[in-house]
């Protein structure tokens, strides 16, 4: 079983930036699609970034054009580029793969608010 340990959250202001990472322990992780997803407040959990193999990216609409999502399968490791940054992407975020879902992480937690 994959193990997922997401970083990189916190305290920001509308407008700023932050870069999720998301470590996943063993070798399920280079071969398998990967995505971000968030939970905010009373919120259920969504996707919000998918990578596919080839490259292939889809974004929830909210986030286009703001969000990247890129990986590096030497590492083990998926990020989240978030730039622009709205009080609405305020959530818990996560990281897990597309379809059959591992385990998920704790999550990291970021806030925007001025």
């Known amino acids: 079983q994959v193990q997922l340990v997401e970083s990189g959250g916190g305290l920001v202001q509308p407008g700023g930036s932050l870069t999720l990472s998301c470590v996943a322990s063993?070798?399920?992780?280079?071969?398998?699609?990967m995505g971000w997803y968030r939970q905010a407040p009373g919120k259920q959990r969504e996707w919000v970034a998918r990578?596919?193999?080839?490259?292939?990216?889809i974004y929830k609409d909210s986030v286009k054009g703001r969000f990247t999502i890129s990986r590096d399968n030497a590492k083990n490791t998926m990020y989240l580029q978030m730039n622009s940054l709205k009080p609405e992407d305020t959530a818990v975020y996560y990281c897990?793969?597309?379809?059959?879902?591992?385990?998920w992480g704790q999550g990291t937690q970021v806030t925007v608010s001025s």
């Open positions: 063993g070798s399920a992780f280079s071969s398998n699609a």
């Open positions: 990578l596919f193999s080839g490259g292939i990216t």
């Open positions: 897990n793969a597309v379809g059959r879902l591992w385990n």
